[in-house]
């Protein structure tokens, strides 16, 4: 895995429910992301990655429950990344919810 975290929590999330395997690492929406740390962070992207190809509304209205911060920012980048050659002015109203403006300018600039 590179430089990333290691973790076999990666491995066995169930591919057919990501919102239910999101609520086992995150709790369940409507505030702030209740573990920040950055394996917490680099799955929950993972995870985002993963399911915002198959199922981009559901994935979004998950995300959308929750209140924008740092901690959310990668794996909102991560659905930014998704979605925008599909829908661009969607993609750039998510990024909006980016807090870094690193990380907003590349989840809309990087190939």
Same mark, same amino acid.
């Given at each position: 895995?590179?430089?990333?975290?290691?973790?076999?929590?990666?491995?066995?999330?169930?591919?057919?429910?990501?919102?239910?395997?999101?609520?086992?690492?995150?709790?369940?929406?409507?505030?702030?992301?209740?573990?920040?740390?950055?394996?917490?962070?680099?799955?929950?992207?993972?995870?985002?990655?993963? &399911? *915002?190809? #198959?199922?981009?509304?559901?994935?979004? /209205?998950?995300? +959308?429950?929750?209140? =924008?911060?740092?901690?959310?920012?990668?794996?909102?980048?991560?659905?930014?990344?998704?979605?925008?050659?599909?829908?661009?002015?969607?993609?750039?109203? &998510? *990024?909006? #919810?980016?807090?870094?403006?690193?990380? /907003?300018?590349? +989840?809309?600039?990087? =190939?």
């Amino acid at each position: 895995m590179g430089g990333e975290p290691r973790s076999s929590g990666v491995k066995n999330w169930p591919r057919r429910s990501p919102k239910t395997s999101l609520q086992g690492q995150w709790g369940r929406p409507g505030g702030r992301a209740a573990h920040p740390s950055p394996e917490r962070a680099w799955l929950l992207t993972r995870a985002i990655e993963s &399911w *915002a190809p #198959r199922e981009p509304n559901e994935c979004g /209205r998950w995300l +959308a429950e929750w209140t =924008p911060g740092p901690q959310l920012d990668p794996a909102v980048a991560a659905f930014v990344r998704t979605v925008r050659d599909k829908d661009p002015e969607s993609a750039r109203a &998510w *990024a909006e #919810r980016i807090t870094d403006p690193k990380i /907003r300018a590349a +989840a809309l600039s990087a =190939p």
